[in-house]
């Protein structure tokens, strides 16, 4: 019976032993994986740190960095109109804008108060040197151009006379301005039913180049002594028919008893002319053709007498001569 118990006991030690046994094992395994997965880790931080890398990541910074970095800017400036004249104002134009002065100067000299964009045209003249230094953020840039010639130009072209006809000389008077002062001449060329007639080029034009009817018109140049303006075309006059114009004066005396006078008119445009009296004493008379006068004097016809003889064209104008006729009777024939 004892030695039953013995056997228990000795089975029961035996498996007991071999359990710690067992537990010993799986220590010092787990250690060792421990171990294991360090030195993994290890090795695995030390190939990282290896990697080879190239000379341009070693100098690139993070993009933190770079957000914080700002590109240079290359300033410009620009002074418009490219070819500015004294007729307008010129300005400063930046490519880029900021915290910006200004600091203009002409022929070599600050130009006092101007320290914005814009210089008004009163403050320079033809030739003048512009010149302008523009800052922004501490970056500078400059421009400078020269004042160039404005050429001259024509407001206006008046016509004498305002209602010319045939046989009248018609001229123009034109009105010019020059920005700069310069003294302002022309060149004229007429233009009649939209032809430019070969030497018609001066400031007068003949009544005889023209007729009833035509349309003229003249263009005139302006130029000063650097360059010629723009064309100004005058409006279109039409040239109106020409009223008869008078050829013949009345005679200074007269012998014997009739009064004559033969008138005499002519038509710039060529038209008949009819004659008739206005105005005249008691029994005289006018021949509407040849334009005769005759007049009988009897005692009663002494005195100053008003005439007024008109000469009338195809178209209904009018020609007047007016004078006064004086009689005088010798003595004793009055009576």
Not at 112 to 140: P, W
Not at 287 to 304: K, L, Y
Request: hydrophobic content about 35%.
């Amino acid at each position: 019976m004892q030695n039953i118990q013995q056997q228990r006991r000795m089975r029961i030690l035996r498996c007991g032993i071999k359990a710690l046994r067992i537990l010993h094992f799986l220590t010092v395994v787990g250690i060792i994986m421990n171990i294991g997965l360090l030195a993994c880790g290890r090795e695995e931080k030390i190939d990282v740190e290896n990697v080879p890398v190239s000379k341009e990541q070693q100098l690139a910074k993070p993009d933190v960095a770079k957000e914080n970095i700002q590109p240079a800017v290359k300033l410009t400036v620009k002074i418009i109109p490219d070819m500015p004249t004294v007729k307008q104002d010129i300005e400063a134009i930046l490519g880029d804008g900021g915290n910006v002065s200004y600091r203009w100067e002409k022929n070599g000299e600050v130009i006092a108060g101007e320290n914005t964009q814009r210089v008004m045209k009163e403050r320079f003249k033809k030739g003048d040197v512009i010149s302008v230094t523009v800052t922004v953020d501490g970056n500078t840039a400059s421009a400078s151009a020269v004042i160039q010639n404005s050429l001259p130009e024509v407001k206006s072209v008046p016509f004498s006379p305002q209602r010319g006809h045939r046989g009248i000389d018609i001229s123009v008077a034109p009105i010019g301005f020059d920005a700069d002062g310069d003294a302002v001449d022309y060149h004229y060329q007429w233009v009649i039913n939209g032809e430019e007639p070969v030497g018609e080029n001066r400031q007068v034009l003949k009544g005889d180049r023209f007729k009833r009817g035509d349309a003229i018109f003249v263009k005139v140049t302006p130029f000063d002594e650097e360059g010629e303006g723009q064309i100004y075309k005058t409006r279109p006059i039409i040239i109106p028919d020409a009223p008869p114009k008078f050829t013949s004066a009345p005679p200074q005396g007269f012998k014997g008893n009739t009064y004559k006078y033969n008138v005499t008119a002519e038509d710039p445009d060529g038209d008949a002319i009819t004659y008739f009296l206005a105005s005249a004493p008691k029994g005289m008379t006018i021949d509407s053709s040849t334009g005769v006068i005759e007049w009988q004097i009897a005692p009663e016809s002494a005195g100053a007498h008003k005439i007024e003889v008109a000469a009338q064209d195809e178209e209904g104008l009018r020609a007047f001569q007016r004078y006064t006729l004086t009689i005088t009777m010798p003595e004793g024939e009055n009576k």
